[in-house]
């Protein structure tokens, strides 16, 4: 069986902001501290964190939703593809980030939710909080 988790995040920015920074390899490399190369295209590969993330681009609804396959060299050998969903949905004055990576090898699930927690979500607090200032 394998792992699920969903974590959201309330940013003070416009969904189109964090849309357009998500599938920006310079932005995104910028907000998560790492060198992410991605592109706004369906059925386009991405690279983070130099080859250990990796995967493709399978959905992209305008501001609202971008969903990819997510591969780690971390995970273990014979893993299948996890899937991130990543939605947009504004709140008043923000956005209401919610991701749900799904699909991940049994056991992988709370490891992956603190990497969410600690390599995204604390950085994009920062990042988008300077932005809207």
């Known amino acids: 069986m394998s792992d699920q988790i969903k974590m959201s ?3 003070p920015v416009p969904p189109k902001v964090l849309y357009e920074a998500w599938l920006d390899s310079d932005k995104h ?3 998560s501290e790492k060198n992410v190369k991605i592109e ?3 059925g386009s590969a991405f690279y983070a964190e130099g080859g250990i993330v990796e995967g493709k681009v399978l959905e992209i609804i305008r501001n609202r939703k971008i969903t990819h396959s997510w ?11 996890s899937k991130v969903e990543v939605s947009f949905e504004a709140v008043a004055d ?3 980030m919610t991701i749900v990576h799904s699909n991940l090898p049994e056991g992988e699930g709370k490891k992956i939710r603190k990497e969410w927690r600690d390599k995204y979500f604390t950085k ?3 990042y988008f909080a300077e932005k809207a200032d």
């Open 124 to 126: 994009m607090k920062k």
């Open 9 to 11: 995040l309330t940013l």
């Open 29 to 31: 490399s910028d907000f």
């Open 71 to 81: 591969n780690s060299a971390e995970f273990p050998e014979g893993s299948e593809e």
């Open 94 to 96: 923000s956005t209401k």
């Open 40 to 42: 706004k295209m369906v």
